[in-house]
């Protein structure tokens, strides 16, 4: 009897290891990227042709797909091809083809280009990053400067020297990863790339900068 009892034990046990093993590959599986449903997922990518600005996509429900950057912002749409994703870019063409849930190639146009998944909480809040501006020629317009967004809202400090705010923006979160500002004239889009920099991007009527900050 008392061997009976312990093979009984042993026998629940193995069966509830193999329905937390299938719970776990369920799980993953609807975790996944899915070329043909990729909500939950975007691409962040940089044009060949506008240094350094970056971009994000972040797809959307049906066909849609959502932009933001200094140089973009609106929805647009996608379609697939195979194992490509096609963006539509004003009219252009953008060509990502994917494999095992990364980006492999893309149009000569693009730069660099990375598919992330979009984490559950947004990347920016409560946080504050220091770093520098430089102009568009690569020379410096700002030694110092930083961002400072707030823990329950989507506002953010900007600034010189940490403590001293000279102005305070309302922005668009993108992605849980981006803030996207339009205000007064001008564009500004901060970004926390894959690797975990920050860059930002500041675009005016006379003015193109960007911002590397930690």
């Given at each position: 009897?008392?061997?009976?009892?312990?093979?009984?034990?042993?026998?629940?046990?193995?069966?509830?290891?193999?329905?937390?093993?299938?719970?776990?590959?369920?799980?993953?599986?609807?975790?996944?990227?899915?070329?043909?449903?990729?909500?939950?997922?975007?691409?962040?990518?940089?044009?060949?042709?506008?240094?350094?600005?970056?971009?994000?996509?972040?797809?959307?429900?049906?066909n849609k797909v959502i932009y933001g950057g200094t140089h973009t912002r609106g929805i647009a749409s996608f379609s697939v091809s195979n194992d490509q994703l096609i963006l539509d870019d004003d009219g252009i063409d953008l060509v990502f083809k994917i494999e095992n849930e990364k980006i492999v190639s893309f149009s000569d146009n693009?730069?660099?280009?990375?598919?992330?998944?979009?984490?559950?909480?947004?990347?920016?809040?409560?946080?504050?990053?220091?770093?520098?501006?430089?102009?568009?020629?690569?020379?410096?317009?700002?030694?110092?400067?930083?961002?400072?967004?707030?823990?329950?809202?989507?506002?953010?400090?900007?600034?010189?020297?940490?403590?001293?705010?000279?102005?305070?923006?309302?922005?668009?979160?993108?992605?849980?990863?981006?803030?996207?500002?339009?205000?007064?004239?001008?564009?500004?889009?901060?970004?926390?790339?894959?690797?975990?920099?920050?860059?930002?991007?500041?675009?005016?009527?006379?003015?193109?900068?960007?911002?590397?900050?930690?």
């Amino acid at each position: 009897m008392k061997t009976f009892k312990i093979s009984i034990k042993l026998l629940v046990l193995i069966i509830s290891l193999v329905i937390f093993s299938c719970k776990k590959d369920k799980n993953n599986i609807k975790s996944s990227f899915d070329i043909n449903n990729p909500k939950g997922y975007a691409i962040i990518y940089k044009y060949r042709n506008v240094s350094p600005s970056t971009t994000i996509a972040v797809f959307n429900e049906g066909n849609k797909v959502i932009y933001g950057g200094t140089h973009t912002r609106g929805i647009a749409s996608f379609s697939v091809s195979n194992d490509q994703l096609i963006l539509d870019d004003d009219g252009i063409d953008l060509v990502f083809k994917i494999e095992n849930e990364k980006i492999v190639s893309f149009s000569d146009n693009i730069k660099t280009a990375e598919l992330i998944k979009i984490p559950d909480e947004n990347q920016l809040l409560a946080k504050t990053f220091t770093g520098t501006y430089f102009n568009k020629d690569g020379s410096i317009l700002h030694p110092k400067f930083f961002y400072k967004f707030e823990t329950y809202t989507n506002k953010v400090d900007a600034g010189y020297d940490v403590g001293t705010t000279v102005r305070t923006e309302n922005y668009t979160s993108m992605g849980n990863v981006a803030a996207f500002i339009q205000n007064n004239g001008y564009v500004e889009f901060i970004i926390k790339m894959p690797d975990g920099t920050i860059e930002s991007n500041y675009s005016s009527k006379n003015s193109n900068a960007y911002g590397v900050f930690k």
